[in-house]
RNA sequence: UCCUCGGUAGCUCAACGGCAGAGCGGGUGGCUGUUAACCACUAGGUUGGGGGUUCGAAUCCCUCCCGGGGAGCCA
């Protein structure tokens, strides 16, 4: 008999079906018992009776616990009592795998447990709902850049050097030289982006920053896309039409997973173009005006970044950073060069920063100077430096966090729920 | 790294200087419509490690270890 999952159970009623999943929760009642069968798909609820079911399947059932791996069959039976709706009335059980004291059961348990626990912990409701928008956001992400011409480019994870910095590194032997695990396939997608015209990686990346907070992991990927002959204005659109993308399919596809999670729908509903463009003086001016401890010429902080984006429903995009702040490869404003050609995307209702991108320095002597000052090693560049010297041109790129982004449609209160197994200062394990 | 809170049964917690307890989970029994089912009984402990104060320490002090929350930084 071919297997059905739960999730198509409604078109199989009055039929006699066989379901393969592990044991939810059950309950009993005597010479009534009620299994919940989890498949990955759903659950749903199975009735066993004693008077109906044979003397063996009764006996099996005996024996059942809290995710005991099971081959059942049964009629489907559309009933109003059942949760969802519908329910099977079983004729056959098949015990496939024991379980014994499984750790996690349907009542509390504190952070520390769960994460220790968390190759269990996803099959929990509202896990496995996160787990399964994380994987439509991928999918949407995937098809809004493909549908947009750009070719998939992904860069190396073991990098030479350092793009940004060097304090945030994991260092690694390799051979006996030193290599990095990428903070950032950034630098990578110019020399990508002057071959293909439109590209990006998407892949994990690592910071090794010792940050404990809820929007931060050691561990995350990033989405990267890198565009020839685009200039920032530009970029702030690609970015609001990517996001605006990104949360409508979640809208179109993840209903079900967003309920169990308790997202209020409206918020993400409200997401649409044309994001509000902030001016960095702006904000920070605004930011005095409320009467924050803001020093102009920073960036922002947590409170900050909810006070900017505390007056608009849908997210805000902050642009022109001062260039001190920002990374070396960033073009300054020719408005005024003090500040950069750069812009970050706040997601609304708390969750902070989701993109960070800029408009690429194409000048091959402004960029020397700023590998100069910034003490870079000049050698570990002459790479990048070829993209300017071999045609240059104006471009631009953002990176977006997809944990991040996740967190904010999900409505978490924690990043580390937005991948299977997040890496932190203090978690390497499971 | 800094600030802060915590570590007691498998899990979530209580006891806060005087006999270490409850709920859930486990086990046994009961119940033909349960919804994190319910009812009864039952097993389960080196109170994170070390040191100190005290007649007496889970409780107070010191120290180490482990973890949660937050900050800076960032996506």
Known sequence: MTQTYISDIAAQAGETVELRGWLYNFRSSGKLKFLL????????????????????????????????ALILRGKVNQDDRAPGGF???????????????????????????????????????????????????????????????????????????????????FKIDYFGENAYLSQSGQLY?????AAF?????????????????????????????????????????????????????????CQPDLEVLERDLEPLKRVQKPF????????????????????????????????????????????????????????PDPVDPTLSLSMDVLAPEGYGEIIGGSQREDDLKVLEEKIHEHKL??????WYLDVRRYGTFPHSGFGMGLERTVSWICGIHHIREAIPFPRMIHRLKP
């Open 189 to 193: 997608q110019e020399p990508g982006c």
């Open 87 to 169: 329910e099977i009335w079983l004729s056959d059980l098949q015990i496939v795998g024991a379980s014994v004291d499984y750790p996690i059961t349907l009542k509390e348990h504190g952070d520390a447990f769960l994460l220790d626990n968390r190759h269990l912990w996803i099959r929990s409701k509202k896990q496995h709902a996160v787990l399964r928008v994380r994987h439509q956001v991928i999918k949407a992400i995937r098809d809004f850049l493909d549908d947009r011409g750009f070719i998939n480019f992904d860069a190396p994870i073991l990098t030479p050097n350092a793009s940004e910095g060097t304090t945030t590194l």
């Open 377 to 382: 090693p000049r050698e570990a560049f002459e």
């Open 197 to 253: 015209g439109k590209t990006y990686c998407f892949g994990p990346t690592f910071r090794a920053e010792k940050s404990k907070t809820r929007k931060h992991l050691t561990e995350f990927w990033m989405v990267e896309p890198e565009v020839a002959f685009m200039e920032l204005p530009e970029l702030m659109e690609l970015a609001e039409d990517f996001i605006c993308f990104i949360v409508n399919r979640a809208l179109d596809r």
């Open 37 to 68: 069968l989890r498949d990955g798909t759903g659950i749903i609820q199975c009735v066993l009776s004693k008077k109906e079911a044979p003397d063996a399947v009764w006996e099996a059932s005996e024996t059942l616990a809290q995710e005991t």
């Open 276 to 331: 509000p463009r902030m001016h960095y003086n702006d904000a920070s001016k605004l930011l005095r005006d409320k009467g924050l401890p803001f020093t102009h010429g920073d960036d922002f902080g947590a409170p900050d970044e909810e006070a900017i984006t505390a007056g608009s429903d849908r997210p805000v995009i902050v642009h022109r950073f001062p260039a001190a702040i920002k990374a070396f490869y960033m073009k």
